[in-house]
C-alpha cells in the first residue's frame, strides 16, 4: 500500500498562471481532504468531500477548485494563482464511519511568484 | 481568538526528560481529540485520539482531555532524540470539520 500520494512534490508558478495539485488514495477510503499549512497556522482545510461525488468547502476555500475524480482521486485546481497561496498543501483521507483518523499525504510545497 | 490555541515553542528538552504539550480551545462542541507528529518536510502522522474527556496511554504517551477546561495534553516519557519532530494538536465535532493548532516544534538532545 502507497498510502496517500501526491504530485507533484514541489512547483513554482509565476502570478496568474493555473496548476492543478493531484492525490491519490489506495485505501479505499470515502472521504478525502486537501489542507494548507502556513507557518504559525497550523494546518486550514480548504475542501474536503466526504464521499465520490460530493465536495464541500472547508475554512479557506477562496481561489481554490477541487475535483472528486473518483473514489481513489481528489485534485487542487488554483486557476490563477497568487503570492498568498504560497504553501505547502496536503491531501489526506478518512473512512467517513469510525475513527476520526485522517491518513496524511507527503505535501506539495508550493511558491508563487 | 483561534479557536484553537498551542504554543508554537520551540521547545527544546534533555534526552530523558518528560514532554508536556498543550493545546486550548474554545468550541465546546469538539468531541474528538487528536495528536499528530510531523517531522520535517513530511505529512502529519497520527500518534494519538482521544474521544470525549479522559486519559489515553500508549507505551510512553498519555494524552489527557479536560473538556470542563477546554484543555489538552500530551505528555512524552522518557524522551528520544526521534522523538524531536512538530507535534499539532487537532480536534473535531464531527468527521469533516477537523480544527488543528499551530504545531509545537520539540527538540531532544542526546
Known amino acids: 500500500n502507497a498510502g496517500v500520494t501526491q504530485t507533484p512534490k514541489f512547483q513554482v508558478l509565476k502570478t496568474g498562471q493555473s496548476m492543478t495539485l493531484q492525490c491519490a488514495q489506495d485505501?479505499?477510503?470515502?472521504?478525502m481532504y486537501w489542507y494548507r499549512q502556513d507557518p504559525g497556522m497550523g494546518l486550514r482545510l480548504i475542501y474536503y468531500s466526504a464521499s465520490e461525488g460530493t465536495t464541500d468547502k472547508g475554512e479557506v476555500p477562496n481561489g481554490y477548485n477541487v475535483s472528486r475524480l473518483n473514489k481513489r482521486e481528489f485534485s487542487l485546481r488554483l486557476e490563477s494563482a497568487a503570492p498568498s497561496q504560497t504553501s505547502v498543501y496536503f491531501c489526506?483521507?478518512?473512512?467517513?464511519?469510525?475513527?476520526?483518523?485522517?491518513?496524511f499525504g507527503p505535501g506539495t510545497r508550493l511558491l508563487v511568484l | 481568538q483561534k479557536e484553537v490555541e498551542q504554543d508554537p515553542g520551540p521547545l527544546s528538552v534533555p534526552e530523558g526528560a518528560i514532554v508536556s504539550l498543550n493545546c486550548t480551545y474554545s468550541n465546546s462542541a469538539f468531541q474528538y481529540f487528536m495528536w499528530y507528529r510531523q517531522y520535517s518536510r513530511k505529512g502529519p502522522e497520527l500518534l494519538m485520539y482521544?474521544?470525549?474527556?479522559g486519559n489515553k496511554e500508549d507505551g510512553r504517551f498519555t494524552a489527557q482531555v479536560d473538556k470542563s477546561s477546554k484543555y489538552i495534553s500530551l505528555f512524552i516519557r522518557d524522551s528520544q532524540p526521534s522523538d524531536s519532530a512538530t507535534y499539532l494538536c487537532?480536534?473535531?465535532?464531527?468527521?469533516?470539520?477537523?480544527?488543528f493548532g499551530a504545531g509545537t516544534r520539540l527538540t531532544v538532545k542526546p
Open positions: 489526506a483521507s478518512n473512512r467517513r464511519e469510525g475513527r476520526e483518523t485522517q491518513y
Open positions: 487537532a480536534m473535531s465535532a464531527r468527521n469533516n470539520d477537523m480544527r
Open positions: 485505501m479505499n477510503h470515502n472521504s
Open positions: 482521544t474521544y470525549s474527556s
